[in-house]
């Protein structure tokens, strides 16, 4: 079956910096995206990787590993506004999205 | 721009009753649109998805149904509305299926007593 594995709740401090993990096993890979979502809200798209290595935008980096089945999602410079989960989806060989069940950050002041 | 609206944000319903969601998508043609479902805890799941007027996929066998009647309108029913319907609902866009990320709605809580 497919699976997208993160962890389910991480605590981070403000100021500092947090790297989610992502991993993920689909019958085919046609890219990996990581979105945001503020409780109660939709999620909102953050970074999309198709290959290997890192993409950076501001304080947000999204690294890709496709031998590995990898991905991370590196936020630095953390403010109180982070808080929130960060869901990784992949793209499958049908072009499905395939969802994780997203990583709950908390920060503390 | 492009902008994707969606309502109601919350109901009440009670077991046994109809649903109707509605979703309209502004600035854009021939979007790509998703119906998903977010329960606590889990991955969206997708619903049904519709790559054209009067066509519809349907991922998951359920009580629920999707027509989209006009290009950029996309609505999701029920007849009869089970306890486990309930849950977070999202409409979604975007512009090819192979390519581009998704764009949500403000999504709909729906509880069913």
């Known amino acids: 079956g497919q699976n997208i594995d993160q962890p389910t709740e991480m605590t981070a401090t403000e100021g500092a910096i947090v790297q989610i993990n992502c991993t993920y096993q689909?019958?085919?890979?046609?890219?990996l995206f990581w979105y945001q979502q503020h409780a109660g809200e939709a999620p909102t798209f953050l970074s999309y990787n198709v290959l290997d290595g890192l993409e950076e935008k501001g304080r947000f980096s999204s690294f890709l590993s496709r031998s590995k089945g990898y991905s991370y999602l590196l936020l630095k410079e953390l403010q109180m506004k982070d808080s929130a989960s960060y869901l990784c989806?992949?793209?499958?060989?049908?072009?499905?999205?395939?969802w994780g069940a997203g990583t709950k950050l908390i920060i503390k002041p | 721009s492009q902008t994707i609206h969606q309502w109601p944000a919350t109901l009440v319903q009670p077991v046994g009753s109809p649903l109707s969601l509605e979703c309209t998508v502004e600035g854009t043609s021939n979007p790509n649109l998703y119906w998903y479902r977010q329960a606590a805890g889990r991955g969206l799941q997708l619903l049904f998805y519709s790559v054209g007027i009067g066509q519809i996929s349907s991922e998951v066998p359920q009580n629920l149904s999707a027509s989209r009647p006009q290009d950029r309108q996309f609505i999701l029913s029920s007849k009869k509305l089970l306890l486990s319907d309930s849950g977070f609902y999202l409409c979604?866009?975007?512009?090819?299926?192979?390519?581009?990320?998704?764009?949500f709605g403000e999504g709909s809580r729906l509880t069913v007593l």
């Open positions: 689909t019958s085919g890979f046609n890219g």
């Open positions: 989806a992949v793209k499958d060989s049908n072009y499905q999205l395939i």
């Open positions: 979604a866009w975007s512009v090819r299926q192979e390519t581009g990320e998704l764009f």
